[in-house]
């Protein structure tokens, strides 16, 4: 299905996810034939530099609102906040079934020390002009704690989406065609970008990508 690597870039801000409302189902991100509406995900990682403006997906606040999450945080010592030069992502455990799409995005702490994750990624879509397109995930209900992770450790986050146009009238979902994957970590505006050749619906009314918060995996 689908994996790549961290690519960072100097972007939006975002410590929210892009996670929020479900259509015919949750949100998710990515549709392809094989995953979600569209080109199955990629499997694989690739580092490419991504260089995101100040965009709706962004870090430190540039999601949409969250559904129900409620916040727990944990003592962190003296570790710093993971940031996405030290980071790398990929995508893994694609599944789609009554025209939803899941997987897990997975973020690996490459640096030499312990860093921190708390909160929600922002994600979007982009399209081979590297703009966004469409609405960047809103946030899926969830429990936000501090996951601390050692090097080469690892944190996750679920990721949701329609698969192809869905239940949505093809009008309104404007079914388009993206390659790959914003993902900013959260609290971070440097975003990474995860390749990935699919469709998702990108009409603006329509808000199928969820992102759930960043949990240890």
């Given amino acids: 299905m689908i ?3 961290a690519l960072a870039a100097t972007a939006c801000s975002s410590s929210g996810g892009t ?3 479900a259509p015919p189902a949750a949100a998710a991100s990515g549709s392809g034939s094989a995953g979600g509406s569209g080109s199955a995900g990629a499997s694989g990682g690739a580092s490419a530099g991504a260089s995101a403006g100040p965009g709706t997906d962004g870090g430190s606040g540039g999601q949409s609102a969250t559904s129900g999450a409620s916040a727990v945080r944990v003592g962190t010592g003296s570790a710093q906040a993971c940031s996405s030069s030290g980071l790398s992502v990929t995508q893994k455990d694609a599944s789609v079934g009554a025209g939803q799409y899941y997987s897990t995005l997975v973020f690996t702490n490459t640096s ?3 860093c921190t994750m708390t909160g929600y990624p922002g994600v979007s879509y982009v399209g081979a002009d590297g703009v966004q397109s469409g609405n960047a ?3 899926a209900a969830g429990t936000v704690t501090t996951v601390t992770l ?10 949701h989406d329609s698969n192809g146009v869905g239940g949505y009238d093809p009008n309104e979902c404007r079914l388009s065609p993206a390659k790959g994957l ?3 970590p959260p609290n971070e505006k440097a975003a990474m970008l995860l390749p990935w050749a699919t469709e998702h619906c990108a009409g603006p009314t329509i808000h199928a990508l969820t992102v759930g918060p960043v949990e240890r995996g």
């Fill in 3 to 5: 994996a790549a690597v």
């Fill in 19 to 21: 996670a929020g409302a």
């Fill in 182 to 184: 914003r993902i900013y």
């Fill in 112 to 114: 030499a020390t312990p």
């Fill in 150 to 159: 050692g090097p080469g450790q690892t944190a996750k986050a679920t990721l």
């Fill in 137 to 139: 995930a809103a946030r």
